[in-house]
């Protein structure tokens, strides 16, 4: 027979266990709230925040570069932007699209400069546009597909369609930031659509 413990309990097998609290997940800060303590001085919150969208910038950075060496400077020049320029965020965008745009910013911006810095011939700019409905460019785009088929065109016309297409500048803009005249933007656009079309009808596994 189980006897007592010697302080007059109950016997130890009988013995309730002490109630333990779990205490609430700490919840994650969002992007926001990483890059309003970046501003405010906490010094691994921008780490953190690049961290998150790392491999998207990355991928970012080399849709709409020339080579992977453009696209590695140019991402270095963008998060330094976006390090030093955090305090202007406005907050009518996520920050992911904020570092997004900044970074494809930074890769025309580089498209640019190297084009002042060489000569470089131009295209042929007689090619006519084919008339694409944009609608059903933008639908395709939705896709992961297209985002694949981007990388089997020719550096110039990806970056043309990435500026143009995916990022909403005007034929004008796009020329100024790239460096050429506007009939080279749009031939490129051209020529880009019509192949990106072809490999999508093709079938894939």
Known sequence: MSSANEHGGAPAQFAQPRSTRTLPPVPEPSDRDLLAAHVNGERHAFAELLRRHRDHLWQTAVRASYSTEDAADSLQDALLSAHRGAASFRGDSEVRSWLHRIVINACLDRIRRNKLRQAVPLSDESVAEPVYARDEFAELETTLVVDAALF?????????????????????????LLGVPEGTVKSRCARGRRKLLEHLKKPHP
Request: glycine share 4%; hydrophobic share 50%; aromatic share 4%.
């Open 152 to 176: 089997t065109l020719p550096a110039d016309q990806r970056t043309a369609l990435v500026a143009v297409e995916m990022e909403g500048y005007s034929v004008a803009d796009a020329a100024a």
